[in-house]
């Protein structure tokens, strides 16, 4: 089974930046897309960047402008480059990747705090 494994968070101030990995334990397969999302506290986790395997984006109007998503397969790691953060974003992050027939694999996320 593939594990995730992500690093990169931690405290920043807001308007700094931040960059996420999150690394495969092997290489994936029969990709379908691969995200990031966010939980806050008392918050539903929220998608903030999906990457199909066609190269297809998608990020909400919060994120958009501000995260970019991107993967290198030759590390098996994809990342998430965060410019202008805000107290907002203060969350776990988590990645996730759909392969196969619809296999999701989570990875255990990494704390993002942003101070004001």
Same mark, same amino acid.
Request: glycine share 10%; aromatic share 8%.
């Given at each position: &089974?593939? &594990?995730? #494994?992500?690093?990169?968070? =931690?405290?920043? &101030? ?13 290489? $994936?397969?029969?990709? $379908?897309?691969? =995200? ?5 506290? =008392? !918050?539903?986790?929220?998608? #903030? ?8 984006? *998608?990020?909400? %109007?919060?994120?958009? =402008? ?5 993967? %290198?397969?030759? !590390? ?12 907002? %974003? ?5 990645? *996730? #990747? @759909? ?5 999701? @694999? ?7 705090? @942003?101070?004001?």
């Amino acid at each position: &089974q593939v &594990q995730l #494994v992500e690093s990169g968070g =931690g405290l920043v &101030q807001a308007g700094g930046s931040l960059r996420l990995s999150c690394t495969a334990s092997s290489r $994936i397969f029969s990709l $379908i897309a691969m =995200g990031w999302y966010r939980q806050a506290p =008392g !918050k539903q986790r929220e998608l #903030v960047a999906r990457l199909s395997s066609s190269g297809i984006t *998608n990020y909400p %109007d919060s994120v958009k =402008g501000r995260f970019t998503i991107s993967r %290198d397969s030759a !590390k098996n790691t994809m990342y998430l480059q965060m410019n202008t953060l805000k107290p907002e %974003d203060t969350a776990i992050y988590y990645c *996730n #990747v @759909v392969f196969g027939i619809s296999t999701i @694999v989570w990875g255990q996320g990494t704390l993002v705090t @942003v101070s004001s």
